[in-house]
């Protein structure tokens, strides 16, 4: 079964920085884009970054930009998010996924094109 296992979450204060983990099974992510997601109680799942095969980057959430980035070991089957300066708008369930290309959800907004959805990792920022 191909899917992602997701791990690094945690609590952690206003300012300071978290680094998340995205591990495939059952497939290798060399051949995809794959995608950072996070979701709210009651609220829609929204697309925070996402990386092509070749390594380029896609903003999808403007709160996230100069804060996040995203970068992938293929060698370790692993796609990593580095969140900085995190306050308490960041607070939410994180999800990775891959795709065939990251377009998708900046023309579709469409969580079908993106598939093996992990169970996720929570990040809680709090004082």
């Known amino acids: 079964q191909s899917r992602f296992v997701e791990s690094g979450g945690g609590v952690v204060q206003p300012g300071e920085s978290l680094r998340l983990s995205c591990t495939a099974s059952?497939?290798?992510?060399?051949?995809?884009?794959i995608a950072w997601f996070r979701q709210v109680p009651g609220k829609e799942r929204e697309g925070v970054l996402c990386?092509?095969?070749?390594?380029?980057?896609?903003d999808y959430l403007d709160s996230a930009a100069g804060r996040f980035t995203i970068s992938r070991d293929n060698a370790k089957n692993t796609v990593y998010l580095q969140m900085n300066n995190l306050n308490s708008q960041d607070t939410a369930k994180y999800f990775c996924?891959?795709?065939?290309?990251?377009?998708?959800?900046?023309?579709?907004?469409?969580?079908?094109?993106?598939?093996?959805w992990g169970q996720g990792t929570q990040v809680t920022v709090s004082s």
């Open positions: 996924s891959k795709t065939w290309a990251c377009s998708n959800w900046q023309r579709e907004r469409n969580l079908l094109s993106f598939t093996s």
């Open positions: 059952g497939f290798s992510i060399d051949y995809y884009d």
């Open positions: 990386i092509a095969t070749n390594s380029r980057s896609t």
